[in-house]
T-cell receptor, first 113, second 113 residues
C-alpha cells in the first residue's frame, strides 16, 4: 500500500523560532498539499506544493510565514516561521497521482510556548 | 471547486444505539471519500473510506454509504460504545484537483453510557 511519512510527529517550539516539517511519499506524485488544523477546527488547506515552481497559497496564508519547498516529486517541506502560540496546530500533508494514488499524512502536532 | 457540507455538527446517542453522520459534496468528479475519527488530544485517524465505484462498505460496526447521483455519503456506526465518542470528519477527493482533500466541518459525537 502507498506510504507517506511526516516528520516530526510532534514538537514543542519556542515562540519566535521556526520549524520545518517534512513530508515524504514512496512514489512520485504530481501534487502535494499542506493543511492546518487549529484546535477545535476542521482541516484547512494552506497551499499546494508544486514541483519546479512556487507554491500556491490559499487566502489567509502567505509565503513569508509558511515557506514551502518541493525539490522533487516525492518530497515537500513546510516551514512555520516566527512561531507564536496561535500557530499551535496539527499540520498535515497529502499527495496524489491520477485517479487511484492518494496519500494522507498522519500529521505533525506543533505546540508553541 | 469542491464544497463539502457535514451534518449534524453535534450528535448525542445512548450507548447501543446507532449514529449517522451525513456529508454532501458538489463536484461530481470526486471519487474518494474517507472518514476520519479524532479523539480528544489526538491526530485524525482514517477509520473507513469508499471509492465512487462502490455504493457501500462495512468494517465491523462502521459502514459508509455513497449516493453518487445525489452527491452524498454517510457514516453509520451501529451498537455505539463510549469509546466511539470523538469528532468525525468526512472528506471528498477529486482527481481533477490533483487529489486535494476537501473536509467537512466535523461532527462531535457523544455516546452516553
Amino acid at each position: 500500500s502507498a506510504v507517506i511519512s511526516q516528520k516530526p510527529s510532534r514538537d514543542i517550539c519556542q515562540r519566535g523560532t521556526s520549524l520545518t516539517i517534512q513530508c515524504q511519499v514512496d512514489s512520485q506524485v504530481t501534487m502535494m498539499f499542506w493543511y492546518r488544523q487549529q484546535p477545535g477546527q476542521s482541516l484547512t488547506l494552506i497551499a499546494t506544493a508544486n514541483q519546479g515552481s512556487e507554491a500556491t497559497y490559499e487566502s489567509g496564508f502567505v509565503i513569508d510565514k509558511f515557506p514551502i519547498s518541493r525539490p522533487n516529486l516525492t518530497f515537500s517541506t513546510l516551514t512555520v516561521s516566527n512561531m507564536s502560540p496561535e500557530d499551535s496546530s496539527i499540520y498535515l500533508c497529502s499527495g496524489g497521482q491520477g485517479k487511484d494514488t492518494i496519500y494522507f499524512g498522519e500529521g505533525s502536532w506543533l505546540t508553541v510556548v | 471547486g469542491e464544497n463539502v457540507e457535514q451534518h449534524p455538527s453535534t450528535l448525542s446517542v445512548q450507548e447501543g444505539d446507532s449514529a449517522v453522520i451525513k456529508c454532501t459534496y458538489s463536484d461530481s468528479a470526486s471519487n474518494y471519500f474517507p472518514w476520519y475519527k479524532q479523539e480528544l488530544g489526538k491526530r485524525p485517524q482514517l477509520i473507513i473510506d469508499i471509492r465512487s465505484n462502490v455504493g457501500e462498505k462495512k468494517d465491523q460496526r462502521i459502514a459508509v454509504t455513497l449516493n453518487k447521483t445525489a452527491k452524498h455519503f454517510s457514516l453509520h456506526i451501529t451498537e455505539t460504545q463510549p469509546e466511539d465518542s470523538a469528532v468525525y470528519f468526512c472528506a471528498a477527493v477529486a482527481p481533477n484537483t490533483g487529489n486535494q482533500f476537501y473536509f467537512g466541518t466535523g461532527t462531535s459525537l457523544t455516546v452516553i453510557p
